[in-house]
């Protein structure tokens, strides 16, 4: 694929979908939270991939999104952006299908949306539930989020009504089942990206010994940054760089953490990615949503993206890396596996 003529900026983990439909708002709308369509026109943001966030209460702590019928709930939430689409937002969002609708999108002034699901809670462990949600242009799938899973364990734990981070040692490994090889080749055969964000280590390895193509890590960290199980080692980084995969920087934590949201964490992560796995290999993922508040001046919001090139351009990153980690590196990675 040839180097877009339009800049394409990406998010590569963002969740604008998931609070358009729980806020009940037109998707190209204000939302009153991180992230939306007008917020990302003003910081420049041209594609944003899109998680969808539909976790079992029976498996799952109990919080406020936290659903009864995650199936349906994907389903809905599905149907919402489809409905929305075929009226005012559709000028606004396009759903990208393929690495040139992220082209596209940037040429028109449109927000490519790509359709993602955090942790596989709306399929049930069942192979065939995937390829109708392809046809509805599910791109991507975390493999894992709130609960230990036929992928292995996850490194947040709910315990006692809270969240708590994964303790090795303490609880349980868990370990890639036939069902989840099952689900991979699926997941291999239609052609969607494969998010390795909150597995444990020894999950994380043993889906990498079966995934023999790029994958992603959308949000997170660098243990050698904050001692955490949640994030990354530097084998890891290496490992995911040698797949020819990205990594996504994140100034949000992966909770519970006393980490300090921000652009501090997030260059100090983009530094450290880039020094262990080199900067084709990073990407930004704000995971923003809802936190209204929460992260500090000079990036509160999405809408200030667009202050990230700058600082990334002050700790000494070239143009052609910053490119690469706003939003090319993805690009390419997309066209890999999505075509």
Same mark, same amino acid.
């Given at each position: ?24 708002? /037109? ?85 490519? $949306?790509?359709?993602? $699901? ?53 609880? /349980? ?87 300090? /949201?921000?652009?501090? $964490? ?74």
């Amino acid at each position: 694929m040839s180097p877009p003529s339009h800049p394409v900026v990406v998010d590569v983990h963002g969740h604008t979908l998931d609070l358009a439909f729980h806020v009940g708002r /037109p998707l190209g709308a204000p939302l009153g939270g991180t992230t939306d369509v007008p917020l990302m026109r003003q910081g420049g943001v041209t594609a944003q991939l899109n998680a969808s966030w539909t976790p079992s209460a029976s498996l799952s702590g109990p919080h406020s999104h936290s659903v009864a019928d995650p199936p349906a709930s994907l389903s809905a939430m599905l149907d919402f952006l489809e409905a929305e689409l075929a009226g005012p937002a559709g000028e606004a969002v396009l759903v990208a299908r393929r690495a040139a609708d992220l082209e596209t999108a940037a040429a028109t002034g449109r927000i490519a $949306m790509i359709l993602g $699901m955090e942790g596989t809670d709306a399929i049930r462990g069942n192979p065939a539930a995937l390829e109708p949600l392809h046809r509805r242009g599910l791109r991507h799938i975390c493999l894992i989020h709130e609960h230990a899973n036929e992928f292995g364990a996850s490194s947040q734990v709910w315990e006692g009504g809270a969240m708590r981070r994964y303790r090795p040692g303490f609880d /349980p490994e868990g370990h890639l089942s036939g069902r989840g090889r099952e689900l991979l080749a699926e997941i291999g055969r239609l052609g969607l990206l494969i998010d390795l964000t909150h597995l444990v280590e020894p999950a994380f390895w043993e889906v990498l010994e079966v995934v023999s193509g790029p994958v992603i890590v959308s949000h997170g960290g660098a243990r050698a940054l904050t001692d955490s199980a949640r994030y990354l080692s530097d084998e890891q980084i290496r490992a995911v760089a040698e797949t020819g995969g990205v990594i996504g920087a994140s100034p949000s934590p992966l909770g519970p953490s006393d980490e300090a /949201p921000g652009l501090g $964490m997030l260059f100090d992560t983009v530094d450290h990615l880039v020094a262990v796995g080199g900067a084709e290999h990073v990407a930004i993922g704000t995971d923003f949503k809802d936190q209204l508040g929460y992260y500090p001046e000079p990036l509160p919001d999405i809408g200030a993206f667009g202050a990230i090139g700058g600082g990334l351009a002050a700790r000494g990153h070239s143009p052609a890396a910053i490119a690469g980690i706003l939003g090319t590196n993805f690009v390419r990675l997309f066209q890999l596996i999505v075509g």
